[in-house]
């Protein structure tokens, strides 16, 4: 294939195939070179009675980019914005992902995204779906960001005297870069399984992995 466009087009694909086929196909990674995975992943792919191949843009790394950003430039309100954006991006790809490791309709899944609330999500949502639980210490963090997102959308917060200082924000934010970093671990570990996009890798995720976790 010569045409340039032509190759970065296929390898999209080829990787959108082969992540789909890692979180929601029932790929194992263990041992495996990404080449590897690529062609077990196709393989499984045109097993599949519904070979539709449908296209969904995933957000999250440009919502992370904009909260850093805003954090460098002191708008500390929309970096809560856009970081408790990504944290429910997050977490309703984990219901979407774990929702079909468990045979649920795209239907029901759909429903649990829309109708669950951020607590139900990181609670009963995870055991129901038999997911790994997140730590208490990072749910608490969670709650922070949220509050203060609702804060700021929903013009909640409280009046301040002229010349006292607010730091309550860049507070939340400093505390929910451990968390971020907690949850980018998760959705590599568990949904993605260790899997690198990085020319002829090769995963470390274990072949069997226990049944919360598969």
């Known amino acids: 294939m010569k045409n340039p ?18 979180t929601h ?6 041992g495996l070179t990404r080449d590897e ?19 969904s843009i995933d ?10 950003t805003f954090v460098r430039e002191k708008h500390f309100e929309l970096a809560v914005v ?26 029901e899944i759909v429903q649990m995204i829309r109708e669950a609330n951020f607590r139900a999500k990181v609670g009963w949502v995870l055991k129901l779906l038999r997911a790994p639980s997140i730590p208490s ?6 709650n922070r960001l ?32 451990a968390t971020r970093r907690f949850m980018e671990r998760y959705v590599r570990k568990y949904l993605h399984r260790n899997y690198e ?3 002829g890798s090769r995963t470390t995720a274990p072949d069997s992995s226990p049944q919360s976790a598969s």
């Open 82 to 107: 856009m970081q408790a954006t990504w944290l429910e991006h997050v977490l309703n790809k984990i219901v979407d992902v774990y929702g079909t490791r468990r045979k649920l309709s795209k239907e």
């Open 5 to 22: 466009l032509a190759r970065e087009a296929q390898s999209i694909i080829v990787g959108a195939i082969t992540e789909w086929g890692i």
């Open 146 to 177: 949220a509050e203060a997102r609702n804060e700021f959308v929903h013009y909640k917060w409280k009046g301040l005297a002229i010349g006292q200082g607010d730091c309550h924000y860049e507070e939340v934010l400093a505390e929910f870069v």
């Open 37 to 55: 995975l690529r062609r077990k992943a196709i393989e499984i792919f045109l097993r599949n009675k519904n070979k539709r191949l449908l296209i």
């Open 197 to 199: 996009r990085g020319k």
């Open 137 to 142: 210490e990072h749910l608490k963090v969670m």
């Open 25 to 30: 196909g029932g790929l194992r990674t263990g």
């Open 59 to 68: 957000h999250s790394d440009t919502l992370s980019l904009y909260a850093d």
